[in-house]
């Protein structure tokens, strides 16, 4: 069985950074793409970032363009999320997804459908 661990999540303050991480065990890694999503309490899952299995094509979401980076390491089983420039509006709950085989569309790294095993998630809290 699939299973994905966040860590790197906390409080930090507006203009800041964080890095979070993602290990993912019991299945293979490095054929599937692999997201970033977060939420928070009485609003929709947003996907936040998205990349294909050799990090070639990736997926942001317009409000993280330019401030987040997604990367992932294929002999760690590992898919990061850097979050630069963070902002109270970030503050979510961050999960990480394991994708679809192969999907390397961005339609298919941006829809939360195609993702099929899910980590508990970390918290991201930004203070203003």
């Known amino acids: 069985q699939v299973q994905l661990v966040e860590s790197g999540g906390g409080l930090v303050q507006a203009g800041g950074s964080l890095r979070l991480s993602c290990v993912v065990s019991g299945g293979t890694f490095r054929t599937y793409a692999m997201g970033w999503f977060r939420q928070t309490p009485g609003k929709d899952r947003e996907t936040v970032a998205a990349l294909n299995w050799n990090g070639v094509t990736t997926y942001y979401a317009d409000s993280v363009k330019g401030r987040f980076i997604v990367t992932r390491d294929n002999a760690k089983n590992t898919v990061y999320l850097q979050m630069n420039n963070l902002q109270p509006e970030d503050t979510a709950t961050y999960y990480c997804?394991?994708?679809?085989?192969?999907?390397?569309?961005?339609?298919?790294?941006?829809?939360?459908?195609?993702?099929?095993?899910w980590g508990q998630g970390t918290l991201v809290t930004v203070s203003s």
């Open positions: 997804a394991r994708g679809g085989y192969f999907d390397s569309s961005s339609d298919a790294l941006s829809n939360g459908r195609k993702y099929s095993s």
